[in-house]
């Protein structure tokens, strides 16, 4: 059974950084691309970041581009997401998602591109 639970969310003022941590289980993440979305309320999830299995290559939404970093350790079963200079508008229910790898597909960014979600973990971002 895969898992996925996310932890490091909380309150900071605006401008502050936090970082996100998904710890898996059930599935090797070597063979697994990792992503994170978020969700405002009344609003659609959305794509944040995603890291193939290699660990290379990195994809992020423009909205977050150099400020969010994602990273993973497989040998800890853990994917990061490290969030700089946080806006209100970051403020959200954070996912991290997991999927096979099976080589790049230009829809990432699509929900349903993702087996396996967390239960997310609430980040708030006082302005």
């Known amino acids: 059974q895969v898992q996925l639970v996310e932890s490091g969310g909380g309150l900071v003022t605006a401008g502050g950084s936090l970082i996100l941590s998904c710890a898996t289980s059930g599935r090797s993440l070597s063979i697994s691309r990792m992503a994170w979305f978020r969700q405002a309320p009344g609003k659609e999830r959305e794509f944040v970041a995603l890291?193939?299995?290699?660990?290379?290559?990195?994809y992020y939404a423009d909205s977050v581009k150099g400020r969010f970093t994602i990273s993973r350790d497989n040998a800890k079963n853990t994917v990061s997401l490290q969030m700089n200079n946080l806006q209100y508008e970051d403020s959200a229910v954070y996912y991290c998602?997991?999927?096979?790898?099976?080589?790049?597909?230009?829809?990432?960014?699509?929900?349903?591109?993702?087996?396996?979600w967390g239960q997310g973990t609430q980040v708030t971002v006082s302005s």
């Open positions: 890291i193939p299995r290699s660990g290379g290559r990195t």
């Open positions: 998602a997991l999927d096979r790898d099976l080589g790049f597909t230009s829809t990432y960014y699509l929900t349903r591109e993702y087996e396996y």
